[in-house]
């Protein structure tokens, strides 16, 4: 399957800081892609240019059309969604109309006539995120872990072909990674979605991802299979001698 999202030559400065410098990112269709490099490697900074940051130079292609610069609810019905580092949900709405809302502002508003359809809608992502039991409660009220998933199916909820998720498992216990990796390989066998993932927890890496680029001071380090790039010695310098597990 041919390239879904092209990141072509992005470089961003803020200021004096160089984020990215000339980085090429292609994603393909149906494939997990891991985004790894230390802190402050621009990892975010590429997350926030494919959904709509002016990038200082360079041009994102989603489905070979020229997506650079659009706004927020542009890139969101043009099927990428996103997951925030931190997460910040309507903290006084309850689970189920957080996720209802993301329906309305997401793909299918010639389907979903009402706020009722939306709930509707809201349900089944729910389960999928094993958030069916927290439905009714107000968002304030989730564990740190429950707003994780409730992170996650907002993003879900908007009708992605691309899910871009932000270190979605940091501070996570050993159990709970492991739900959402499990969360994660049903929702791509059910709804065949391309994937890509700034994650630092290597062994979720190692097993989840097709493909890893490393990132290091804004420039593409390294790329290839997990295995390819575990081996690669610039890449166990950079980041996985220090920050490998
Ligand atoms: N809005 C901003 N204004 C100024 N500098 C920024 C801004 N966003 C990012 N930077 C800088 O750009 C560089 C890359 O940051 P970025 O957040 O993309 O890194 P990251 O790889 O996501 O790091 P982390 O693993 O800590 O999340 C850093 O030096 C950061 O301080
Ligand atoms: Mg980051």
């Known amino acids: 399957m041919g390239p879904l999202l092209e990141a072509r030559a992005i470089s961003r400065n803020f200021g004096g800081v160089q984020a990215l410098d000339r980085v090429d990112l ?104 094993q958030l069916d039991g927290r439905k009714e409660a107000p968002a304030a009220d989730l564990l740190f872990s429950e707003r994780r998933r409730l992170e996650l199916a907002r993003a879900l909820a908007t009708g992605p072909e691309l899910l871009l998720l932000d270190e979605v498992m940091a501070g996570l216990t050993v159990a709970e990674t492991q739900e959402i990796v499990e969360i994660l390989s049903a929702l791509r066998r059910e709804l065949s979605l391309t994937v890509l993932v700034i994650e630092h927890v290597m062994k979720v890496v190692m097993t989840v991802c097709d493909r890893i680029v490393v990132l290091n001071y804004g420039e593409k380090l390294a790329e290839g299979t997990p295995d390819l790039v575990a081996g690669h010695r610039a890449v166990i310098d950079a980041y996985l001698g220090v920050a490998g597990a």
């Open 26 to 129: 292609t994603v393909n269709a149906g494939e997990v892609l891991g985004l790894i490099g230390p802190n402050g490697a621009g990892k975010t900074t590429l997350f926030n240019v494919i959904c709509g940051l002016p990038p200082t130079a360079g041009h994102v292609l989603f489905k070979g059309e020229d997506i650079t610069g659009l706004a927020p609810d542009q890139i969101c019905r043009r099927g990428i969604a996103r997951t925030f580092q931190l997460t910040r949900p309507f903290a006084a709405l309850s689970v189920r109309d957080n996720v209802a809302a993301a329906v309305l502002f997401g793909r299918n508003p010639r389907q979903i006539r009402s706020l009722d359809d939306a709930r509707r809608a809201a349900d089944p992502i729910l389960s999928s995120v």
